[in-house]
């Protein structure tokens, strides 16, 4: 088969980025893996893991292709581990997956490819790029559970333009029929989750935190600022937080709808004071023009969406549930991503 | 694009010799008897390894008895330092710079890590500072297996010796033992341990050399061999290959030195001549590279405003292959620790070459890597990574 050209494809020892790297040798580009090791602390799932360097190498190895590691821990700490504690520390909530894709996978990463000689880098990301006013913009992938287009609004037309995703048009089921027909060992491998840097044992988070920063015990006050409680660690809460706030059994269920990480308090509300109908954003940022008309917002990696008139502030259509300082909000117009701010 | 591959990696591993080969499989061929047994096929491996250790107690500058044979380098750095630890509690020391088969022993003792100095030797006043009497082990490998520097252990010994004489010495010769006298620049070490692969044995090989009168507690308890301090089944064969390689090395030590450290000068200065790179571990006198404290197989750079890792990436697209510092489980280059400690920033650490030399190199071998390097860096630097 003669070659498309060569491409970096970056393989996390999961089953999509095993099948991005048998699709694209099939479609004749010459492929080599590669796997990013970002953190050398004791992690149970994500890119991280030495096993999970295993799988990939093994991937690879069936495929027969080459496969190197690169070691970016240092830029990991740099750019997604310090400021996922320094945002913790705000009082803030933060996104370190979109960070990891903003600065490592798409920046550093294709600047480690060109310099290597290679044009084009691959991931196994469930999202699709299309084009878009002359350009290239990101899209929903067709698995709309599994759809990862959110983590990726941050890619410009450059980074667009070096990047394939080749699942993009795929169900997750059908990825896994793919590796099983290419008898790719991790067929059946779970899917990774949360954040790859801390374990999903009960209490990680608090561990890790505690272990970089002081944390710091908060009041909490309910609407009339009155003393009604206090918690070990302002860090550790989150807007619209329920649990973990030591209120339960007092009346109707309490959420955290202010967190001042200054002042060392966290106010409480009823489910009625959790929604706004205006979020103040800051960093906003059109893949090209301002869409001066509603798109639809999301708010989460996986969180619904709802329509907003975006100016210098997001004004929800229908009262919103707040938005944790600090998340991203991206803006879509129907599956196209056209937009993003982070929530101030 | 060179047609055969340019082993320039000898510190991490190295070919096997011939004489090894031959006398392993000759092993694995008619001596698989259990050399702890008592009959004649057993007493035939029994008398491989015992012809082995003689063989390799003259390498070693030590009694046959002396010497006790373990699966490698590391787990002789372990048994030392734990096995003393383990007979007389303490405080262990060892050089910040060592080996992790030495550094992460002492670190889970609580032990202490003595500095080094910017060219790498061990920082004498710090290691002064540390010792007392309540100082059971002190280990410091005799080179370093990044930067190839080799330390002045006879000058260690002697401080050692005066303020904590109840201390044991402990050496890691594992990257010395290709190019030095071990046996008579650790002549004055309590402890040294080496390993087969890194001059033309198998891997899975190594030894301790326990002098007589040093109490060792045996870390892996069974059927007593090695004088009960290591129990375990003997791997003949390795053992057998071992002790092979080990004689034609310590024969040929000299010859090879020589031609070795005439190719690596050669590299070494070409290298000196890319902008923004810095030899680690020589002194400098009158503009003239004084490279007489690193061992001939060295040659080792950081140069600024390159990623190790794209450097040997397009090395071996060239067929050359090498390393940066030392590699860790997932095959990833692991930030320096060593260059670390000689107060190397990060960006330059990020920017190390080792390209090692062994028994094997050719003037091939670096009149290609000689061509390759430079251009390389060049180009690298041009497109920024």
Redesign the interface.
């Known amino acids: 088969m003669s070659s498309k050209g060569k491409i970096l494809v970056a393989m996390s020892g999961g089953v999509d980025s095993s099948v991005a790297a048998g699709l694209l040798q099939r479609e004749g580009y010459e492929v080599t893996g590669v796997?990013l090791?970002l953190w050398g602390g004791p992690s149970d799932t994500g890119c991280c893991s030495?096993s999970d360097?295993t799988d990939a190498?093994r991937v690879a190895d069936s495929l027969g292709i080459e496969h190197?590691?690169?070691?970016f821990?240092?830029e990991f700490e740099d750019h997604v581990v310090g400021p996922y504690v320094r945002s913790h520390a705000e009082g803030l909530t933060p996104n370190p997956c979109i960070e990891c894709n903003r600065h490592l996978k798409f920046d550093k990463l294709i600047?480690?490819a060109?310099?290597?000689?290679f044009n084009l880098i691959a991931t196994g990301h469930h999202a699709r790029i299309v084009e878009f006013n002359n350009g290239l913009c990101i899209a929903r992938g067709a698995d709309f559970s599994k759809d990862q287009s959110y983590v990726l609004h941050m890619l410009d037309q450059g980074q667009l333009q070096q990047l394939k995703l080749p699942l993009g048009e795929m169900t997750k089921t059908e990825v896994r029929k793919i590796a099983a027909s290419l008898d790719l060992r991790v067929a059946d491998k779970p899917d990774s989750q949360d954040v790859c840097f801390i374990s999903n044992v009960k209490g990680s988070r608090k561990k890790f935190l505690e272990q970089r920063i002081d944390l710091t015990p908060a009041k909490v006050l309910d609407k009339n600022q009155r003393i009604v409680g206090e918690v070990e660690s302002i860090e550790m809460v989150t807007i619209g937080q329920r649990k973990g706030l030591g209120l339960s059994g007092q009346g109707a269920p309490k959420y955290a709808i202010e967190v001042d990480a200054e002042k060392a308090t966290v106010t409480v509300g009823e489910k009625p004071d959790l929604y706004c109908s205006t979020t103040e954003i800051k960093d906003l940022n059109w893949i090209d023009a301002p869409y001066p008309n509603t798109v639809e917002v999301q708010t989460s990696a996986h969180g619904r969406t709802a329509s907003a008139t975006v100016t210098s502030s997001v004004e929800w259509i229908e009262p919103h549930r707040k938005v944790a300082p600090g998340q991203s909000l991206v803006f879509y117009d129907g599956d196209l991503v056209v937009g993003s701010a982070i929530a101030g | 694009m060179s047609e055969k591959i340019i082993y320039l990696d000898n510190a991490a591993s190295t070919p096997i010799r011939q004489e090894a080969i031959d006398v392993m499989i000759s092993a694995l061929e008619n001596c698989f008897g259990n050399p702890s047994g008592a009959h004649k096929m057993a007493r035939e491996a029994r008398r491989l390894i015992d012809d082995a250790r003689d063989t390799l107690s003259i390498g070693l500058g030590c009694d046959p008895k002396e010497i006790i044979f373990t699966a490698g380098g590391t787990e002789a750095d372990n048994l030392a330092i734990f096995g003393s630890h383990s007979a007389r509690q303490g405080t262990v020391l060892a050089s910040i710079t060592d080996h992790h088969a030495v550094v992460a022993p002492v670190e889970q003792l609580g032990g202490k890590l003595i500095q080094v100095s910017e060219d790498g030797l061990l920082d004498l006043d710090h290691l002064d500072y540390l010792l007392d009497e309540n100082v059971i082990l002190v280990s410091v490998g005799l080179v370093n297996g990044e930067t190839g520097v080799i330390q002045d252990l006879e000058s260690i010994v002697e401080i050692v010796r005066q303020k904590a004489p109840e201390a044991l010495i402990h050496t890691d010769a594992v990257q010395a033992f290709p190019w030095l006298d071990v046996a008579s620049l650790a002549q004055s070490a309590d402890l040294i341990s080496i390993a087969g692969h890194k001059f033309g044995a198998p891997k899975g090989v190594g030894a301790l050399v326990i002098r007589d009168g040093v109490q060792i507690s045996p870390m892996q308890l069974g059927g007593g061999q090695e004088l009960g301090v290591r129990s375990g089944t003997q791997n003949t064969a390795a053992i057998t290959a071992m002790a092979a390689a080990a004689d034609v090395t310590v024969k040929e030590r000299d010859v090879t030195v020589e031609r070795v450290a005439a190719l690596r000068n050669e590299l070494a200065d070409k290298l000196q001549e890319v902008p923004q790179s810095y030899e680690t571990g020589v002194a400098l006198h009158n503009g003239i590279v004084n490279r007489e404290n690193k061992i001939a197989g060295s040659c080792h750079f950081c140069f600024e405003g390159i990623e190790s890792e794209a450097l040997l990436f397009m090395l071996e697209q060239e067929n050359i292959v090498a390393s940066a510092a030392s590699s860790c489980s997932s095959g990833a280059q692991d930030p320096s620790h060593v260059l670390a400690a000689m107060g190397y920033s990060r960006d330059l650490a990020g920017g190390s070459l080792r390209l090692s030399l062994g028994h094997a190199t050719t003037w091939e071998d670096i009149s290609i890597a000689m061509e390759a390097v430079p251009k390389l860096i060049g180009n690298l630097r041009r497109t920024g990574s």
């Open positions: 796997t090791k030495v360097v190498r190197h590691v690169f070691n821990g240092d600047r480690r060109k310099a290597l000689g």
